[in-house]
């Protein structure tokens, strides 16, 4: 059964269900932002971390294939749960998916309990402004050439548009227990998190202010800055 969470004012609809052990999430909100944006908050570690409220920390992973890989560390009761996720970004004009997908042939050595989940992004362009983009360059002499779809899908990617996002994630029989207290509605944590990349999305050059109880991610915070020292 599909349970419904509480919407919030900006339209975002979020849904769970419990199945075979594991825990889904269904979640659809409207953003004005572009795609690139989206993407980079995404799977940017830096990025990442300004909005993903119970991520602890994130870095980049080397692998044989040199596709994206991320270690990714969150925290939950005292409890730290840790993911490393193959990220693949597929590109294209009036849509672009995002799929981080766990990988445990990784030989690290995990610093919390080893979790599996994956997590679907698909961002769909809802506004009129593809035809617009096409008739822009048509006005300007240029022909519709291979090289003309590459300066399209670049531009449209980089102009503010009305965005449809739809996240579906899967979390295992142990990693699940991060958004218990959310399905519950005791905690708005996940509802907070998507909230927070909507705004940052809508307005990159803002921050948000992460929650003072997050002691691990603040003492990551301390040990990466006097590192880079």
């Known amino acids: 059964m599909t349970i419904p969470l509480v919407d919030l004012n900006n339209g975002l609809q979020i849904s769970y269900r419990f199945i075979n052990n594991q825990l889904q999430f269904h979640a659809i ?16 570690p830096e990025s990442r971390k300004k909005w993903d409220l119970k991520l602890v920390d994130i870095e980049k992973l080397s692998n044989e294939n040199e596709n994206l890989c991320l270690k990714m560390l969150y925290s939950q009761d005292k409890c730290l749960y840790e ?48 035809s617009s983009f096409a008739l822009n360059y048509k006005s300007h002499g240029i022909k519709k050439v291979a090289s003309c779809i590459d300066n399209l ?38 509802k907070n998190t998507i909230a927070g990349l909507i705004h940052l999305a809508e307005k990159p050059s803002e921050s948000i202010q992460r929650s003072p109880q997050n002691t691990l991610f603040n003492a990551c915070e301390r040990k990466r800055l006097k590192s880079s020292v």
């Not at 909100?29 to 993407?39: G, H, K, L, Q, R």
């Not at 029989?173 to 958004?179: A, L, R, T, V």
């Open 153 to 190: 899908q670049e531009s449209i990617k980089s102009h503010l548009e009305l965005i449809k996002v739809t996240w579906k994630a899967s979390f295992c029989e142990h990693s699940k227990k991060m958004f218990i207290a959310d399905c519950l509605e005791e905690t708005n944590l996940l």
């Open 29 to 44: 909100f409207a953003v004005e932002s572009n795609f690139e944006t989206i993407v980079n908050l995404l799977v940017k």
């Open 83 to 130: 993911f490393h996720n193959d990220v693949h970004v597929n590109w294209s004009i009036y849509h672009t998916t995002v799929n981080f997908c766990s990988n445990k042939s990784t030989n690290i050595k995990a610093k919390g309990i080893l979790g599996n989940m994956s997590s679907y992004y698909k961002l769909e362009n809802l506004s009129k402004a593809d």
